[in-house]
């Protein structure tokens, strides 16, 4: 059963094949780099709030299951505000070297076509 946020990706899926940003031909191998990444991810993800509720709880001292596991739902969002973050900051890494690596290219260019 597919919920709206499914349909809503699907929808930017679309979006971005008509902006011309992902080829529809590689819309199969973006899915398959996204899920084998995320999945990464979200697996250590888990193993974390996994780790955190065992330590708290193998602690004692009267926590509630259900308390703790409201909390760690609670910090989902500040870890997903931190892996944007940290994918703004890549992507932002890759384009100002791919920017460097451009002019560099025309820079080469440049001198090659005027002799020097």
């Keep these: 059963m597919f919920t709206d946020a499914d349909v809503e990706a699907l929808r930017s899926d679309e979006r971005l094949i008509e902006a011309g940003l992902i080829a529809e031909d590689g819309e199969t191998a973006t899915a398959r780099a996204l899920g084998h990444h995320l999945s990464r991810l979200a697996e250590w993800q888990m193993q974390t709030l996994r780790a955190w509720l065992s330590h708290v709880i193998g602690k004692g001292g009267g926590h509630d299951r259900a308390a703790l596991i409201e909390h760690a739902t609670r910090l989902l969002p500040e870890m997903e505000l931190l892996q944007g973050h940290a994918w ?3 992507l932002t890494a890759h384009a100002w070297r791919m920017l460097a690596a451009d ?7 440049s001198t090659w076509k ?3």
């Excluded at 002019?103 to 260019?109: F, G, I, K, T, V």
């Design 88 to 90: 703004r900051r890549h």
């Design 103 to 109: 002019d560099e290219h025309l820079l080469h260019r």
């Design 114 to 116: 005027s002799g020097a």
